[in-house]
């Protein structure tokens, strides 16, 4: 598996970590509220549900780690399902809740995706 892809896939898992601490422990902080373009008020009101969806972003960086740790073919296979994921999941988050999105993390997850793919 190629070095840049592998790369590629742990840089998606590191900016997914990274939405999974804003979501889960600093969802009503100033940091998030700016990121996520939320209220104090709002923040306060949904840092639950912001916690269970940064659960899930950890879910996706979780995954993307074991592709990038794990031999082929599940190292493979896994980078190709979780990277696979975060685009979806940012195609409709795009959809959804904010065009930024898409560049935030689907086009990423699709460089990687192609990168990964190319490499096999």
């Known amino acids: 598996m190629s070095i840049t892809a592998t790369v590629a896939a742990l840089l998606i898992a590191a900016v997914h970590v990274y939405i999974m601490v804003?979501?889960?422990f600093l969802w009503t902080g100033p940091k998030a509220r700016a990121a996520f373009g939320?209220?104090?008020?709002f923040a306060t009101e949904t840092k639950t549900l912001a916690a269970n969806q940064g659960l899930y972003n950890g879910f996706l960086a979780a995954g993307l780690v074991w592709g990038?740790?794990?031999s082929d073919p599940v190292g493979f296979q896994a980078?190709?399902?979780f990277l696979a994921c975060v685009a979806v999941a940012g195609a409709y988050g795009a959809a959804t809740a904010s065009r930024k999105i898409l560049f935030v993390q689907t086009v990423p997850a699709l460089v990687a995706l192609a990168?990964?793919?190319a490499a096999r």
């Open 38 to 41: 939320t209220t104090p008020a």
């Open 115 to 117: 990168l990964v793919l």
């Open 22 to 24: 804003l979501e889960m």
């Open 68 to 70: 990038a740790v794990a």
């Open 79 to 81: 980078k190709v399902f």
